[in-house]
Every structure is written in C-alpha cells, then in structure tokens.
C-alpha cells in the first residue's frame, strides 16, 4: 500500500490554504486556489522537464504557489512581484525547512516574475513560463497571453 509522503510543499500548503481560505469573496477565493496552486504545478512541470531535478521543481513548485503573495493576501499593486518577495521570504524562514540559499532562490524567482521581457536566472525563468502558461490555459480563447512572444515559444516547447 502507498504511503504519502509529507514534504516542505505540504508544509507552505497548510500556511498557504489557511490564508486563502480566509478569502471571504468566493470568486476571488476561487481565482486564488486555481492560480496559485495552477502556476505552483506548472513549476514544477517546467522544472523537470528542463532538467533540473526534483530538488529544484520541488522549490519551483512553492514559488508557484506564493508568487502572487501581495495580490491575494495583502493588497492589489501594480508593483505586486517586488512586493510580494520579502512576504514570501518571510513565510518561508518561518517555517524552519528552508536553507537561506533556498529561499533567496524562491525569492528571487517572485521578485523577478512580472519581468517577462527580460531573461533572468533559468529558475527564474521557470515561474515566468509556467505564470504565462497557467493564465492561458486558464482561458485558452483569451488572446492577450497568446499574442505575447513567451507563450508561443513555450507552447512549441511542450
């Protein structure tokens, strides 16, 4: 019989489930769970498909999942990915699980992920593509994320 196995993803969920299911308006409580967890799966997808190991998409994995930290739990900015990574670094020392170059990786990877005109570290890159995939995959009729130069590529890539 299988055994599940609890990892440090299990650990930011349970930080991460009680702060959106704090989330009082049911669309956006909704739009959190999809996104959130959506864009941490896609990381982790991206992460083993390009190689690096399951370390690394397991850390993918939970910069997915608390990427848009500000946006839900804090406040809406424009300026949510700068102000979404001391947050999430933060949570992340809180929870005892993570080496400091662990979470300045996961940190970085969130301070960087609104850049998508730019190449940055290929961690980073892994949030930035696996962001763009969950929102059009969200809505696959939906133009504006096909008509940027990442999806294609990415697209052609999987």
């Known amino acids: 019989?299988?055994?599940?196995?609890?990892?440090?993803?299990?650990t930011v969920r349970v930080i991460l489930d009680e702060k959106i299911n704090a989330i009082e308006d049911a669309d956006q409580h909704?739009?959190?769970y999809v996104h959130l967890y959506g864009v941490g799966q896609a990381a982790a997808m991206l992460a083993?498909?390009?190689?690096?190991?399951?370390?690394?998409?397991e850390l993918?994995?939970?910069?997915?999942?608390l990427h848009d930290y500000t946006s839900y739990f804090v406040e809406e900015?424009?300026?949510h990915a700068h102000r979404s990574a001391p947050y999430v670094k933060a949570l992340l020392k809180q929870t005892g699980a993570f080496t400091e170059e662990e979470i300045e990786m996961v940190t970085n990877a969130v301070?960087?992920?609104s850049d998508k005109g730019r190449i940055d570290t290929p961690f980073d890159e892994v949030l930035k593509d696996a962001d763009a995939l969950q929102h059009c995959l969200r809505n696959p009729m939906e133009d504006f994320w096909y008509e940027r130069g990442r999806v294609p590529v990415l697209l052609k890539e999987l």
């Open 111 to 113: 301070y960087n992920h």
């Open 1 to 10: 019989m299988y055994e599940r196995q609890y990892t440090r993803i299990d």
């Open 60 to 65: 993918a994995e939970i910069s997915g999942m």
């Open 48 to 57: 083993l498909k390009r190689g690096m190991g399951r370390k690394l998409a």
């Open 77 to 79: 900015s424009d300026d």
């Open 30 to 32: 909704r739009c959190a």
